[in-house]
């Protein structure tokens, strides 16, 4: 069985901190460009990071380009997410997602490109 399962989530005050993870299970990981989405109460779903299957290249929104760095571990199934600089406006339901198709790249945030999603974690940044 496919499986996201995220974690790391929780409350920090404006210019924080967080790493979130993301393991993954039940197909081969290093397979597929992963990337992060986040959905704040009473907006659309937007992409925040990308990257492809080896780690090079990622891709960011240019919001939190600078500030947030994603990563990868391929011998240990599990997707990353260093958020730095925290503002209020990144409050939001953070998810990871894996691409519908293998050996393929990921150079946008297109959502109908990913195939398989985590339940998110919840980050709430205070100001």
């Known amino acids: 069985q496919v499986q996201l399962v995220e974690s790391g989530g929780g409350s920090v005050q404006a210019g924080g901190s967080l790493r979130l993870s993301c393991a993954a299970s039940?197909?081969?990981?290093?397979?597929?460009?992963m990337g992060w989405f986040r959905q704040a109460p009473g907006k659309e779903r937007e992409g925040v990071a990308t990257?492809?299957?080896?780690?090079?290249?990622?891709y960011y929104a240019d919001s939190v380009q600078g500030r947030f760095t994603i990563s990868r571990d391929n011998a240990k199934n599990t997707l990353y997410l260093q958020m730095n600089d925290l503002k209020p406006e990144d409050t939001a339901m953070y998810s990871c997602?894996?691409?519908?198709?293998?050996?393929?790249?990921?150079?946008?945030?297109?959502?109908?490109?990913?195939?398989?999603w985590g339940q998110g974690t919840q980050v709430t940044v205070s100001s």
């Open positions: 997602a894996r691409h519908r198709i293998p050996w393929v790249g990921c150079a946008n945030f297109v959502q109908t490109d990913f195939g398989v």
């Open positions: 039940g197909y081969t990981y290093s397979s597929y460009c």
């Open positions: 990257i492809s299957r080896g780690g090079v290249p990622s």
